[in-house]
């Protein structure tokens, strides 16, 4: 399977600092993205050691013997065990300098394997996909919000409106030993996955992210086209971005509009 990525971050146009951080690695066909919290520059430590320690660990895995041809659900696992690592390094490098004290972060990580996307994700940074016109959240949200939701509380357009919505229920940093949300899809050729953190998905509605990704450009600039839309809503929060497109066989050079036009 051919992919496809673009990443890019940008600070957005209220905050100084970037607590947003990305990883792709195209070798292994795996994606990260984190979205972090804390005083001072607690905030990008912490989405720093997520995406270095799930990388270098992912990384190794993949590359091993026991990695390299292992089927989806121990891709999942293998995901599951280096979120679990990164948890451990972001509290141990908390209660070892006082100026990281309850430092957290988000985490979503996105590969493929045969013919399967497989996502682990804590909090609420999101993965989405476009298929055939049609784009669907592929993880929910670990927030109080998505909770009231759950609970019909509130329905989702209350929810994208109400305030408190970074109040998470699930964080990498928080306590010994993370609860991760495993997902497994099939995947197919002319798929698009969005990896985004809430910058994002706090500035767009749905339909607006779905109407970028319908409209055929390069990745790098659909990626760039994402960013400047939020930053013109107003830029509230860091905004965080990743891209895989699946690149349908004998696509050529041309791949791009060829590929926006197999019904997406
Ligand atoms: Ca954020």
Redesign the pocket.
């Known amino acids: 399977m051919q992919i496809e990525y673009a990443a890019q971050i940008d600070p957005g146009r209220v905050r100084q600092n970037n607590?947003?951080a990305v990883g792709v690695e195209p070798t292994h066909s795996f994606a990260v993205l984190a979205?972090g919290m804390g005083g001072y520059n607690a905030g990008e430590v912490a989405s720093a050691m997520a995406v270095a320690c799930v990388r270098e660990g992912l990384a190794k895995w993949c590359a091993s013997s026991s990695g390299a041809q292992a089927p989806a659900p121990r891709l999942a696992q293998a995901m599951a065990v280096c979120a679990q690592q990164a948890n451990t390094d972001i509290l141990r490098a908390a209660s070892a300098n006082p100026q990281y004290a309850n430092m957290g972060t988000t985490l979503v990580v996105m590969g493929f394997r045969q013919d399967r996307v497989v996502l682990a994700h804590v909090g609420d940074s999101r993965a989405y996909r476009l298929r055939a016109h049609t784009l669907s959240q592929l993880t929910k949200d670990h927030s109080l919000l998505q909770e009231q939701v759950d609970a019909g509380l509130l329905t989702r357009e209350q929810a994208a409106v109400a305030p408190g919505k970074?109040l998470l229920t699930r964080a990498l940093g928080v306590e010994e030993g993370v609860q991760v949300d495993l997902t497994e899809l099939p995947a197919q050729p002319g798929d698009l996955y969005l990896l985004c953190?809430?910058?994002l998905t706090d500035m767009l509605s749905d339909d607006q992210i779905a109407q970028v990704l319908s409209t055929p450009m390069p990745l790098a600039r659909m990626a760039q086209t994402l960013i400047d839309q939020a930053n013109a809503l107003g830029g509230r929060?860091?905004i965080a971005v990743v891209l895989a497109g699946l690149v349908p066989p004998n696509a050529g050079s041309n791949w791009i509009s060829k590929w926006m036009g197999l019904g997406r």
């Open positions: 607590e947003d979205d970074n953190s809430d910058g929060d860091n």
